[in-house]
């Protein structure tokens, strides 16, 4: 392996003293956990009869001898996420390998599970985020039954795995395993689907013309095959040594998934057996760091610029965009894959994948190859792939070479010597933008500002004709605070075809735009948040503002904002966040919840011990830079 890139040494070292103190109360905590002996030892007879007393008889006698690993599934199962379907057959296989293996397995609790793909321009989207700390805590319920010795995870989508993540490692002192279920098989090109829904957007094309090519894009049981949140999750979930190797996009209809999944039980068996991989050691902050990386070497979710701060903070590790932006500027842009490009996931893993990302990401320096991962000590475990021959499932080395230069590409010839997220920040506070998918020549917008306070006014804005200049969109009151900051896809299309008629166009906000935003740049996650003092709340209509991701800015040009007067919001968009579609049911989140760059969660509420996060303000540092710039 190359010597680690000297920034990724020095960032790493900068967040392992910033958590000094919040990393050993966690790791505290976790052995005092493990200390107490094995979880089913401590229940009494009454409590392990009633675990077991829905079980088949040969499980319970098993499980009355009292030597043998019980491991607990948490799933997400639902039949409306396409990605989430397959799951509702996964708890067979596992339970049937754990017995192979001697030890049994049961559900131990579900999660919900939100598909953003039917929220998406709806009030429920409003939920979204806030449902993935709804995950954590259901996975915390699911087992506080404390009768588990390895826990594995049934989840893909965009708030369900970091939901998953943070919930088990309260539960760290075990080992814990993430079984995925695949992308579906390709559809439409997505070229084609963008280009379907441009039309639709300026009425060009009907509704059932619309509905056709979505259904041909989205078509079948697996993941959506473009690269979002729920695929980005699925890389970093390789590259933090959760996965059986390689196991992110192979199909879920297939013997090959059937045997992965069998193979992670008997994994997750094995470990509790020998005591080994319990989750507090295999993520630490090393892990976190090469999970950042992956993240950025593909072109990945912004999201994650907010799930990964709550993931890390989970195990007692603190990391903010500044991190994110330092590893941004030394880490190759491997992949092109849609929105980023015009291949998908399955042509991505077709060209080498998961594998071949990892091991050119390790032999060049920049991520952290002494790790603990499931598999065992280093990252090199993850350079293999998967097959079937005469179906036993046997592992062989990934491919040395890309097998498609337009998808995927050495370190030593990337698409780009940095990756595709970068902080912009000024005088409207701190923000990130997801460059990997915009071309240089749109990146750098300097127009008047149109303002909005709901999508709705903005895309009505759209389609009178009345942004049809260069323009910067801004929308706010979107943060966690204002109505749980949902994502802002729907604008999409309508930005997109305003860069396409030559404008030069940028969309500034305090709320979230999904893993799939593209071309057209977009500063998003604006924190301080506009209802939480932040000066997005005192911009006007016609004010000139300048987004430079190239040199780290968002900034008004000419105004001085601390004069004026915040706007409110109105009335009618204030009462709206706040009920139906069971917006009234959290209440309590919007009041609680920390800000977009400390992870927009609920579940570490007071203080967080060695955090620069309170009251952050843009870094002089950057802001130099970019002046100078």
């Known amino acids: 392996m190359a010597q680690l890139n000297p920034v990724v040494a020095e960032v790493t070292a900068r967040i392992v003293e910033r958590s000094r103190q919040s990393r050993a109360d966690y790791l505290r905590r976790m052995d005092a956990a493990a200390a107490s002996g094995v979880a089913r030892a401590k229940l009494s007879c009454a409590n392990w009869a009633h675990a077991f007393a829905g079980q088949p008889v040969r499980d319970k006698l098993v499980a009355m001898g009292g030597q043998q690993p019980n491991v607990g599934i948490v799933t997400a199962y639902n039949d409306m996420l396409s990605a989430h379907t397959p799951f509702e057959r996964f708890p067979a296989i596992i339970r049937e390998a754990a017995r192979e293996a001697g030890a049994t397995a049961q559900v131990a609790g579900g999660t919900p599970a939100m598909c953003d793909g039917v929220t998406q321009g709806r009030p429920g989207m409003e939920l979204s985020l806030f449902s993935r700390d709804v995950i954590a805590l259901s996975t915390g319920v699911a087992l506080t039954h404390d009768a588990f010795d390895a826990v594995i995870c049934l989840g893909v989508c965009d708030k369900i795995v970091p939901g998953l993540f943070m919930g088990s490692l309260a539960f760290g002192h075990l080992p814990v395993v993430f079984a995925p279920a695949g992308p579906m098989p390709s ?8 280009r379907v829904r441009g039309l639709y957007a300026q009425n060009k094309v009907d509704r059932k013309t619309l509905l056709e090519s979505e259904i041909g894009s989205y078509h079948s049981p697996g993941t959506c095959t473009f690269y979002g949140t729920a695929n980005s999750n699925q890389m970093m979930m390789e590259l933090a040594g959760l996965h059986m190797p390689s196991t992110a996009f192979v199909h879920p209809e297939t013997g090959l998934r059937d045997a992965l999944t069998a193979a992670a039980a008997k994994r997750a068996v094995e470990l509790a057996r020998n005591g080994e991989g319990r989750m507090a050691d295999v993520i630490d902050e090393k892990s976190v760091v090469n999970m950042i990386v992956a993240l950025l070497a593909t072109g990945g979710s912004t999201n994650h610029a907010i799930h990964l701060v709550a993931m890390a903070r989970a195990a007692g590790i603190l990391i903010d965009w500044t991190d994110m932006d330092q590893l941004s500027s030394v880490t190759p842009l491997l992949a092109r894959v849609y929105p980023n490009g015009s291949a998908d996931v399955n042509a991505f893993q077709a060209a080498g994948g998961v594998a071949f990302v990892a091991r050119e990401l390790a032999e060049h320096g920049h991520v952290h190859a002494d790790v603990q991962t499931i598999m065992g000590p280093g990252i090199h475990h993850y350079f293999q792939e998967p097959s079937l021959v005469d179906g036993e499932l046997v592992w062989r080395d990934g491919v040395a070479e890309s097998l498609d230069a337009d998808i995927l590409r050495p370190a030593s010839d990337p698409f780009d010597r940095e990756g595709g997220l970068r902080l912009v920040q000024g005088d ?13 020549e749109n990146r750098v917008i300097e127009a008047p500002a149109a303002v909005f306070e709901t999508q709705e006014d903005a895309l009505q804005a759209f389609r009178d004709g009345k942004l049809d200049r260069d323009v910067v969109v801004v929308l706010r009151f979107q943060g966690p605070k204002a109505n749980g900051m949902p994502e802002l896809h729907s604008l999409s299309p309508a930005l997109g075809v305003l860069q396409d008629k030559g404008f030069k166009v940028a969309f500034v906000t305090d709320g979230r735009m999904s893993g799939a935003s593209g071309k ?12 939480a003092g932040g000066m997005l709340s005192r911009v006007q209509d016609g004010d000139i503002i300048r987004l430079d991701p190239e040199a780290g800015v968002l900034t008004t040009v000419g105004i001085d904002l601390s004069a004026r007067p915040a706007a409110e919001r109105s009335a009618d968009h204030a009462g709206g966040s706040a009920w139906g579609y069971g917006r009234e049911l959290f209440g309590a989140f919007r009041h609680v919840v920390s800000t977009a760059e400390e992870g927009a969660s609920i579940c570490f509420a007071g203080p967080v011990g060695g955090s620069a996060w309170n009251d952050r303000q843009p870094d002089p540092n950057l802001v130099d830079r970019a002046v100078d710039a």
């Open 520 to 531: 057209t740049p977009a500063a998003i996650h604006v924190s301080p948040e506009a209802l």
């Open 428 to 440: 409207l506070g701190r923000a990130v933008i997801k460059v990997s998918a915009v071309k240089p």
């Open 187 to 194: 559809g439409i090109p997505n070229a084609e689907k963008a």
